[in-house]
């Protein structure tokens, strides 16, 4: 996590993810996984692409907190002017 947090800028989002969770012998146990996240305050997902588990979740976990984070755009007006158009184009409106 340190790597991340010194070439990530600050508010990125981030996901701690137990991969191939279909595998024997695995290096670090669930339960070791989630307490980590935790400390770190993170969300944990385990996933296996060979049995296509939590693959999809993952993504849309951080979709889901991207548009969290991301405050909402203020609708713009936009206002057409035929006249303006074509003046540019050298013609008279609807001509």
Excluded: W
């Excluded at 595998?23 to 385990?46: H, M, S």
């Amino acid at each position: 996590m340190a790597e991340v947090n010194k070439h990530a800028s600050e508010d990125c989002c981030k996901l701690i993810l137990g991969n191939k969770s279909d595998a024997p012998g695995r290096a670090v146990t669930t339960e070791e996984a989630r307490e980590k996240a935790e400390e770190l305050a993170c969300p944990f997902l385990e996933t296996s692409a060979k049995t296509s588990t939590n693959v999809e979740e993952a993504f849309l976990t951080l979709a889901s907190e991207l548009l969290r984070r991301t405050p909402p755009e203020k609708p713009q007006k936009k206002r057409l002017s035929l006249a303006a158009s074509a003046k540019e184009k050298g013609r008279k409106c609807c001509s």
